[in-house]
């Protein structure tokens, strides 16, 4: 009678699987990490700047298509550019440092901007809501200051120039924004913040921005 061969050893196993399904882990690997860098990523707050709206701690979800589809890793454009808008809340890297910040949209090209004493004037107007307590209309957007530690600096009046924006955040008498590093073009934009999708001390949340 002919023996049966003996079974595989389980390092044998292990390695023809291994074989078998590496390479479709691999790829299956890479697309999320391209789909990542592509069209959706995370951010955590790191400081106070962007209070009320954002705390330290929070993680927003970032919309990476808001400002055009791009190869991953790379400035190559898939599809056209969006255009970053007054009220957007944005993710880009520090012109003056590299490091990843969120800020807000308060003027875009072809606008007249000026901040006294941390408020608004674009185009010459005022942008203050009169809603019994310090808030601006931004775009379409009513957004909410933190005035409690002042207004910050001041901007004379400056016209934003063409494929340029103008970031503040929220807190302005706290927050290390275009005062400090100047105009953004747009093209530096990583994406737009959707949402608050967990706090600390809460947990899961939406909060939309």
Do not use: C
């Not at 941390?118 to 809501?129: F, S, T």
């Amino acid at each position: 009678m002919d023996r049966a061969p003996p079974a595989p050893s389980r390092s044998a196993r292990l390695r023809r699987w291994l074989r078998r399904e590496l390479p479709s882990l691999a790829l299956a690997v890479a697309l999320l990490v391209a789909a990542r860098a592509s069209l959706a990523n995370h951010y955590q707050v790191p400081s106070e700047s962007m209070m009320p709206a954002l705390v330290p701690g929070d993680r927003v979800l970032v919309d990476m298509r808001a400002y055009g589809l791009r190869v991953p890793f790379t400035g190559i454009e898939l599809l056209g550019r969006g255009q970053p808008a007054p009220g957007d809340v944005v993710v880009f890297k520090s012109p003056r440092d590299g490091i990843r910040l969120i800020k807000r949209v308060v003027a875009v090209g072809g606008q007249s901007v000026a901040l006294r004493e941390g408020r608004l004037l674009v185009d010459g107007r005022p942008l203050a809501a009169d809603d019994g307590g310090p808030a601006e209309r931004i775009g379409d957007r009513l957004v909410r200051l933190d005035l409690e530690d002042g207004g910050g600096p001041d901007i004379a009046p400056i016209q934003v120039p063409a494929g340029h924006v103008l970031v503040l955040g929220d807190h302005r008498g706290a927050s290390a924004d275009g005062r400090a590093f100047g105009l953004v073009p747009e093209q530096a934009f990583d994406g737009r913040a959707l949402g608050v999708y967990w706090r600390r001390g809460q947990g899961p949340v939406w909060r939309p921005l």
